[in-house]
C-alpha cells in the first residue's frame, strides 16, 4: 500500500495501519482516561517516578536533541529531536494534571489535547527506539525515551499497536510458543540440520543437541527467529556448547515458550508481565541452574534486569545470563582453544543498547571478540555512547507501508556511515534484532559486510 | 519611593518569599519521595552502592557530562551562569554573619558579569535554537535573573548601597527584628525582582538540585530489589 494512501498524521511515514490507528475516530475521551491511570501509583509504580521526572522536570535545553541517532541521522529534522516527541506529551500533562498549566495554560507550556495531536502523538512514540542514549546527554538524567514507551503504552490501552509487536509477537508466542509460529517437528528437524551440518564440517566430532532437558545446568532459550533468518548463530551455540561438554539443553515448544522475545516491553507492561509469566512457567518446568539468553538485546533486559524487581524471588529460582557471560566465563576458565587467525578477516563489533546501555555488558563480548579474532575494530562512538543501530523498539519487525525507509533513511544512515568508518569486513552484535535491522541495511544500501552473531565467529575459531 | 510600599518590600515581602520558597521547596522534594521507588532503570555503567551513587551525583553536578560531551555550548553557558550565581549568593549569604569580605566588589563584579552573560546566552540560544520548543515561562525565568543580575551589578560596581546598612537590614529580618531596607530605588527593584524569581521558580519546572538528585540516582542505581 502506497503512502498517499493512508493519513499522514506525523511525517511522511506510518509505522501504524489506519486499521489500528483509526485517524478520523475521536479518540480523546479514552486517551485522557488511560493518561490518568498511567499516572496512578497502583497501574504504574515501576516507571511513574522516571515518567513524571521528565515530564516535570525539563527546562526544554534541547541537549539530548544532540545524542539521538534518529535525530541526528534524519539531518537534524526536529521532528525527530527527543524533547520535541516528549513534549508532544507533556503539553498535555500539564494542562490536565498540572495546576499550573491549568492556571497559565500556553504561557507554561500546556495545550489542549486535539484528534490530530493523538494520531500524531501515535506515530511520534515509534519514531523513537528507545536506546536511551538521549538520557546520557541530559544534565538531569531525564529520560524522553521512557516518554515515548509510556506514551506507547497509552496507545496500547486504546488497542493502537503494531500488528507485527502485538498479534504476531506477544499472542503468537503464548499461543504458539514462539512468534514466528515454529512447531515442534520444524524445530526438531532445524537442529538435525544444524547437526549434521557441524558434523559434516567438523570431522570425527560427534554433536549433541539436548532438547527440553529437566535439570540441566544451562537452559539456553534463543530468540525463535534465529531458527529462521540467522541459523549460524544456532550453530555457533551448538558447537560451542559441545566442544566445553558441559551439561545444557534447548527446549521446544512442548515445554511452553521456546522463544525469549518479550515485545511487550516495547508497548505494554501488561503485555510484558503475561510473556514474562509464560517464560517462568516454562523454566520452572525444567529447572535449571541457569537461563542463558541467546543472542537477544531486549530478552535479556526483561528476563535479566527488569524480571528482578518485578517477580518474587521464590518464583525464580535460577540466575539469568546473557549467552555472551557464558562464552566470557568458558574463555576465563580456560575452556575454549581458540585460532584467532581462523578469523583473519577486519570485524567491528556493535554494542546493543538493551545488552550494554540498559544492560551493563561490554567488556564480555570484546574479550570473546579479540580471543577469536584477528584484527578487531572498535566503531566509534562505542559502549554506553554507542548510536541505536535503528532495529530496537521493535523496529527491526516494522516494515510495511514506508517504515523500511524511514528506518533505513534515519537510524540507518548514521549507523551505515558508523560502520564503514571501520572498513570491517564482518560486523558481529548479539542481538537478532539488531542483526536483522543489519541486514536491511546490507540489501537497502548495498553494502558489502558480513553480518553475524558472535556465536559463529567464536566457533569458527575453535581449535580441535 | 512611597514610604509603606519600601516597607512591604524590605520587611514584609522577604518572609513571604521565604515561607512560599523553604514551603515549595520542601513539598517539591517530598512528594518524590512518596512516590514508588522504580524499577531498576539503570544506565550503564552505573553503580551499586548509594555511596558510590550519591557521591557520583554530586560529581556530576559539576562536571555536567552530557552537555560537556553533546553541546560545548550549553555547558559553556551552564558553567559561566551558576559559578558566577553560586559566587554572587554566596556574597549576599555572608550578610548572615559579616558585612564586608575582603576583594567582594572585586569577585562579586566577575560572578555577576559571568551569570549575567550566561543568562544572556541562555536566552540567545532559546530564540535561535530550534530543536526544543521554549515558552513564555522559560523566557519569564530567565528575564527575571537578567534583571536582577544587571541591576545587582550596578549596585555592587557603583557601590550604591552602604554595606553596613545591608548587614543590619539582613540581620534584622534574621532574628525578627526587621528594620527599614536601604531606601534607594534601583536596590529596592533589584530586592523585589529577586524576591519574584524566588517565588516563582519551585512553580516554574522542578528546581534543578532535586531533579538532578531524582533524576541521576534512578540511572545510577543498578541496584534491584532482591537479589
Redesign the interface.
Same mark, same amino acid.
Given at each position: 500500500m502506497k503512502i498517499e494512501q493512508i493519513y499522514k498524521v506525523f511525517d511522511e511515514y506510518r509505522g501504524l495501519s489506519d486499521s489500528k490507528l483509526h485517524p478520523t475516530e475521536p479518540k480523546s475521551e479514552q486517551f485522557l482516561k488511560a493518561f490518568r491511570e498511567l499516572l496512578d501509583k497502583k497501574n504504574n509504580w515501576p516507571f511513574l517516578l522516571p515518567l513524571r521526572l521528565a515530564l516535570e522536570a525539563c527546562t526544554h535545553c534541547g541537549t539530548c536533541a544532540e545524542a539521538c541517532p534518529v535525530y541526528i541521522g534524519s539531518g537534524r529534522n526536529k521532528l525527530y529531536s527527543p524533547v520535541y516527541r516528549a513534549d508532544m506529551l507533556r503539553k498535555i500533562y500539564k494542562r490536565y494534571f498540572t495546576l499550573t498549566g491549568k492556571v497559565f495554560g500556553s504561557l507554561v507550556g500546556a495545550k489542549e489535547v486535539t484528534e490530530q495531536d493523538i494520531n500524531a502523538m501515535a506515530e511520534a512514540a515509534y519514531r523513537c527506539t528507545i536506546c536511551r542514549r538521549c538520557v546520557l546527554a541530559c544534565p538531569f538524567g531525564l529520560d524522553n525515551g521512557l516518554v515515548m514507551r509510556e506514551m506507547r503504552k497509552i496507545f496500547a490501552e486504546l488497542g493502537i499497536i503494531p500488528e507485527e509487536l502485538k498479534e504476531e509477537g506477544v499472542d503468537n508466542q503464548l499461543r504458539y510458543g514462539s512468534a514466528p509460529k515454529i512447531s515442534y517437528e520444524a524445530l526438531m528437524n532445524i537442529l538435525d540440520f544444524v547437526r549434521g551440518e557441524i558434523e559434516e564440517n567438523r570431522k570425527n566430532v560427534s554433536i549433541e543437541i539436548p532438547v527440553d532437558k529437566v535439570g540441566a545446568k544451562y537452559l539456553i532459550i534463543n530468540n525463535a527467529g534465529d531458527y529462521l533468518s540467522f541459523l549460524d548463530t544456532i550453530r555457533g551455540i551448538v558447537e560451542v556448547m559441545n566442544y566445553v561438554n558441559v551439561d545444557w539443553t534447548f527446549n521446544s515448544p512442548r515445554t511452553g515458550v521456546f522463544d525469549n522475545v518479550n515485545y511487550g516491553l516495547f508497548y505494554s507492561d501488561k503485555d510484558m508481565l503475561r510473556v514474562i509469566r509464560a517464560h517462568l512457567e516454562t523454566i520452572n518446568k525444567l529447572k535449571p541452574e541457569y537461563v542463558v539468553i541467546g543472542e537477544c538485546g531486549h530478552a535479556y533486559d526483561v528476563l535479566g534486569h527488569l524480571m528482578k524487581d518485578l517477580i518474587p524471588a521464590e518464583e525464580r529460582p535460577f540466575k539469568v545470563i546473557h549467552i555472551v557471560e557464558l562464552y566470557d566465563k568458558f574463555l576465563r576458565e580456560g575452556k575454549l582453544k581458540l585460532d584467532k587467525h581462523k578469523n583473519a578477516e577486519p570485524v567491528t563489533f556493535h554494542d546493543s543498547c538493551k545488552i550494554g546501555r540498559c544492560g551493563g555488558i561490554y567488556d564480555e563480548p570484546r574479550r570473546v571478540i579479540v580471543a577469536s579474532c584477528r584484527d578487531f575494530r572498535e566503531m566509534y562512538p562505542n559502549r554506553e555512547y554507542n548510536y541505536c543501530c535503528g532495529g530496537g523498539g521493535g523496529f527491526a519487525l516494522m516494515s510495511k507501508y514506508n517504515f523500511l525507509d524511514f528506518r533505513m533513511k534515519t537510524y540507518g544512515r548514521l549507523k551505515m556511515q558508523q560502520v564503514k568508518d571501520t572498513a570491517a569486513s564482518t560486523l558481529i552484535t548479539i542481538c537478532a534484532n539488531c542483526k536483522r535491522q543489519f541486514l536491511d541495511m546490507v540489501s537497502y544500501y548495498n553494502l558489502n559486510i558480513n553480518v553475524s552473531g558472535l556465536s559463529e565467529v567464536l566457533a569458527n575459531a575453535l581449535v580441535y | 519611593m512611597d514610604e509603606y510600599f519600601t516597607i512591604f518590600i524590605g520587611i514584609y515581602l522577604p518572609y513571604i518569599t521565604l515561607v512560599v520558597f523553604i514551603v515549595a521547596v520542601i513539598y517539591n522534594f517530598f512528594k518524590?519521595i512518596f %512516590?514508588?521507588?522504580?524499577?531498576?532503570?539503570?544506565?550503564?555503567?552505573?553503580k551499586k552502592s548509594l555511596a558510590n551513587i550519591l557521591f557520583t551525583i554530586a560529581t556530576?553536578i559539576f562536571s555536567?557530562?552530557?552537555?560537556r560531551?553533546?553541546?560545548k555550548l550549553?555547558f559553556t553557558l551552564?558553567w559561566m551562569f551558576h559559578i558566577g550565581l553560586i559566587v554572587s549568593l554566596t556574597l549576599h549569604a555572608k550578610y548572615i554573619f559579616i558585612p564586608h569580605l575582603p576583594y567582594e566588589y572585586e569577585v562579586g563584579t566577575i560572578a555577576g558579569m559571568l551569570a549575567a552573560i550566561g543568562s544572556v546566552g541562555f536566552i540567545i540560544r532559546?530564540y535561535v535554537?530550534?530543536?526544543?520548543?521554549?515558552?513564555?515561562?522559560?523566557y519569564f525565568a530567565l528575564i527575571l535573573l537578567i534583571i536582577t543580575l544587571s541591576l545587582g551589578q550596578y549596585i555592587r560596581m557603583f557601590r550604591v548601597v552602604e554595606s553596613t546598612h545591608l548587614w543590619t537590614w539582613v540581620q534584622g529580618i534574621l532574628t525578627l527584628n526587621p528594620i527599614p531596607p536601604p531606601v534607594n530605588t534601583l536596590f529596592l527593584i533589584h530586592i523585589v525582582f529577586a524576591q519574584i524569581y524566588m517565588i516563582y521558580l519551585p512553580?516554574?519546572? %522542578?528546581i534543578?538540585p532535586?531533579?538532578?538528585f531524582? &533524576?541521576?540516582?534512578?540511572? %545510577?542505581d543498578?541496584r534491584?530489589?532482591? &537479589?
Open positions: - | 518524590w %512516590l514508588p521507588r522504580p524499577i531498576m532503570w539503570a544506565i550503564f555503567p552505573a556530576r555536567l557530562p552530557g552537555p560531551k553533546f553541546d550549553i551552564a532559546r535554537d530550534k530543536r526544543a520548543d521554549s515558552y513564555f515561562a522559560d512553580f516554574k519546572t %522542578l534543578h532535586i531533579a538532578i531524582y &533524576g541521576q540516582k534512578i540511572i %545510577l543498578q534491584h530489589f532482591k &537479589g
